[in-house]
């Protein structure tokens, strides 16, 4: 089986090294020089061919994910089964349901890791799959596919996908972006929870500011996050202006 994948970042990087082991990979990404020096059976090809396989993985940021599934969708092949793997999935599954054709399956599955937390393999990681338009023995395969590779799978409607999101992913980066906006310094081994802090800043930066900002745009539980942590820093604002009020 080849599997067709669509965008060759940092996540498409990852998802192509780790489906070479099993299937062939045929890769498509609009910066064709990200492909030199790719793995011996990872094949550059154009998005129509991409597109045309039995199973395409969609890597692409959700920004970009309309205009690419309407450049896809003459290309797919019926029966074909469209995977996206967006940070996002209540909106990206509605726009695969509404400008795919009907004769093509969909699941929407975001990988809870990334090239900085995942070193070359599944084991211990976690997907999370919304299934969307897929028949049972298909699911079951790829959940099986996944466990074979240690990978632990949860089965989530896309709204509750983004709520988790929001409340954990999307706060942990608005967290660690604004502690290192504020340019502090960084001290070594003074709290065990200052180094899980200093972990958390790490993770944030390494992320694209793209992805956060989607995470925000495309994630309709991202505002009531925002507005939650606005309240609470305004709470703490009050606190410090208390204590410089006070004469004592």
């Known amino acids: 089986m080849t599997v067709g994948l669509i965008g060759y970042g940092r996540f498409g990087k990852l998802a192509a090294s780790l489906l070479a082991r099993r299937v062939h990979i045929v890769v498509a990404d609009r910066s064709r020089p990200r492909l030199r020096g790719a793995q011996r059976n990872i094949k550059a090809v154009t998005i129509a061919e991409a597109a045309a396989q039995e199973i395409v993985v969609l890597a692409v940021p959700v920004s970009r994910l309309p205009d690419l599934l309407r450049r896809i969708k003459r290309y797919v092949r019926a029966g074909a089964l469209v995977i996206d793997v967006c940070a996002v999935k209540a909106q990206p599954t509605r726009w695969m349901k509404a400008i795919l054709p009907r004769s093509v399956e969909i699941l929407g599955a975001h990988p809870l890791f ?22 049972r023995q298909r699911l079951a395969l790829i959940r099986r596919v996944l466990d074979r590779e240690r990978a632990r799978t949860m089965i989530m409607l896309p709204d509750r996908h983004d709520r988790m999101i929001a409340e954990t992913i999307f706060l942990t980066q608005y967290i660690g972006r604004l502690v290192d906006m504020a340019r502090l310094g960084r001290w070594k081994g003074v709290t065990a929870h200052y180094d899980h802090l200093r972990s958390v800043v ?13 995470m925000r745009k495309y994630n309709a539980h991202g505002a009531r996050v925002e507005a939650a942590l606005r309240k609470a820093q305004k709470t703490i604002l009050k606190q410090l202006e208390g204590i410089r009020r006070d004469p004592t």
């Not at 790490?202 to 989607?214: K, N, Q």
């Open 114 to 135: 990334g090239p900085d937390s995942c070193k070359g393999s599944l084991s211990g990681h976690t997907v999370v799959l919304c299934p969307v338009r897929i028949g």
């Open 202 to 214: 790490d993770a944030a930066v390494h992320d694209s500011p793209r992805l956060f900002l989607d």
